[in-house]
């Protein structure tokens, strides 16, 4: 995965005032089909901690999988 600078800059204004809030994938499962969300958030207990250019980054289990 690779960000581009407006999505750097981005991530660094959304998270700059609360260092718990970082960038998050989650799986959506509707009708049948499954959908990767985005947001940015605190982490939950079962998210997977990846590295990102410097950022650290929130990865469902559900999403892992796919």
């Not at 991530?11 to 940015?40: C, H, M, P, V, W």
């Not at 901690?49 to 289990?61: L, Q, T």
């Amino acid at each position: 995965m690779k960000l581009t600078e407006a999505g750097k800059a981005f991530i660094q204004k959304a998270i700059a005032n609360e260092e718990t809030l970082k960038l998050r994938f989650y799986g959506i499962y509707q009708s049948g089909d499954f959908t990767i969300g985005a947001d940015i958030d605190t982490l939950i207990d079962t998210d997977h901690i990846i590295e990102v250019e410097g950022y650290e980054i929130g990865v469902s289990p559900e999403v892992m999988s796919k």
